[in-house]
């Protein structure tokens, strides 16, 4: 079993940068893959990026490609979204996600273990 908690979310303006971090229950934190997805009200929750076990591959959307970059710290069983050139429409509830898989990291479906979510909200 493991428990995610997200936080870092708030209320910025936009092309501000914002760091979320997602902390992990458990000792076998490095033996799971780890996903950011977010959803905005009325929409779908969509994939934001992946990481592997270990951190050496990682997996964007077009959307935020060049923008955000995940991490992680197995040491500290955490996982990092740092968010950088925020635009409104990166508005959403961002969800921490945890799989024992290593592939295909972008469909939700694939994730066992989701956080409660923290939001983050752009003005313009």
């Known amino acids: 079993q493991v428990q995610l908690v997200e936080s870092g979310g708030g209320l910025v303006q936009a092309g501000v940068s914002l760091r979320l971090s997602c902390a992990a229950s458990?000792?076998?934190?490095?033996?799971?893959?780890m996903g950011w997805f977010r959803q905005a009200p009325g929409k779908e929750r969509e994939f934001v990026a992946a990481?592997?076990?270990?951190?050496?591959?990682?997996y964007y959307a077009d959307s935020v490609k060049g923008r955000f970059t995940i991490s992680r710290d197995n040491a500290k069983n955490t996982v990092y979204l740092q968010m950088n050139s925020l635009k409104p429409e990166d508005a959403a509830v961002y969800y921490c996600?945890?799989?024992?898989?290593?592939?295909?990291?972008?469909?939700?479906?694939?994730?066992?273990?989701w956080g409660q979510g923290t939001q983050v909200t752009v003005s313009s």
């Open positions: 996600a945890a799989t024992i898989l290593n592939w295909d990291l972008k469909d939700p479906n694939k994730y066992n273990y």
């Open positions: 458990g000792r076998t934190f490095s033996r799971y893959a």
């Open positions: 990481i592997g076990w270990s951190g050496g591959n990682t």
